[in-house]
């Protein structure tokens, strides 16, 4: 009974459990005008056959997209491929994801995980982005380090996709939810532009959309927002047709329990939305609100 309770309230922020889900409702959302991202839902794996089966999932997807077209990227966490277990398994992986999205033509992205994997995630990234430019990578701004990560992939061809940060860290770390925070956003989206990064500005608060927009920040070249299946739709839905380009990020997969924590976690009103879809009795459908 729990499961069925939390699942209804993860479905408000993933789309399902198997890759025809996620397929189904990126198409739909194709279909509405937005581009996606979609990531098969995984991280620290712990065990080699798992890395395996999430590399051979994760390529299946890649294959699917590739045959329907559209504007859509594959993302994914290292941790999933093999990070946790050793840091050639996870490049090795990369690698061979990377090459059979390049055939496919399909762009790819590394998502950034807790701070105690940045350094591993980054070494990482730049081997692989070396050769394959069809690979973005994903900077956290809450972090203190980032700030002088950015300028280190300045060689580097691939998106990047700029986040506040989901994790809890420690204020040695990170500096916590503020406009401190907001500053530092802005100020990081600004230098990767500048530098001549394509530029996901991921996030929903409206705050930041508004300032990049007032800065002119979204109509230079390469820069998209990019925002959350499930999550200020009607947000998302008004930028989009206020002429801006905007990518949503869908998730599928069978570990959506700690994705649906990390949203709570960001955000904790969305708690009470949480509570709200488990004690509806229809299925949750985000793709509707979208316009």
């Not at 409702?25 to 509405?32: D, E, H, N, S, T």
């Not at 080699?48 to 594959?74: M, Y």
């Not at 399909?106 to 692989?128: C, N």
């Not at 508004?210 to 499930?230: F, H, K, N, V």
Request: overall charge negative.
């Amino acid at each position: 009974m729990l499961y069925g309770l939390l699942k209804k309230a993860a479905l408000q922020y993933v789309t399902g459990e198997s890759r025809i889900d996620g397929l189904g409702a990126g198409q739909r959302l194709l279909a509405k005008g937005y581009a996606i991202s979609l990531e098969y839902i995984g991280e620290s794996t712990a065990h080699a056959e798992e890395c395996e089966a999430a590399v051979e999932e994760i390529t299946a997807l890649i294959d699917d997209l590739g045959q329907k077209g559209g504007s859509a990227r594959v993302s994914f966490d290292l941790s999933h491929i093999g990070l946790m277990l050793d840091t050639e398994l996870a490049y090795t992986n990369l690698a061979q994801i990377a090459a059979r999205a390049q055939v496919a033509e399909l762009e790819l992205f590394v998502s950034m995980e807790e701070s105690a994997k940045t350094e591993r995630i980054l070494e990482v990234y730049k081997r692989a982005a070396s050769r394959y430019p069809n690979i973005g990578i994903t900077l956290q701004a809450h972090l203190h380090r980032t700030p002088d990560d950015l300028p280190a992939l300045a060689a580097l061809p691939g998106r990047i996709r700029i986040v506040k940060g989901a994790y809890q860290e420690a204020v040695e770390v990170a500096i916590s939810r503020s406009e401190a925070l907001n500053v530092r956003y802005l100020q990081l989206v600004e230098k990767a532009l500048g530098d001549g990064h394509r530029v996901s500005i991921a996030t929903h608060d409206e705050r930041i959309i508004e300032e990049a927009i007032r800065r002119g920040l979204l109509t230079m070249r390469g820069a998209e927002l990019e925002m959350l299946y499930g999550i200020r739709p009607e947000l998302g839905g008004r930028l989009k047709s206020a002429g801006y380009p905007v990518r949503i990020y869908l998730t599928y997969g069978h570990e959506w329990y700690l994705y649906l924590c990390h949203r709570i976690a960001e955000y904790p009103p969305n708690l009470y939305r949480a509570v709200a879809n488990m004690a509806d009795s229809q299925r949750v459908d985000p793709v509707e609100a979208y316009d």
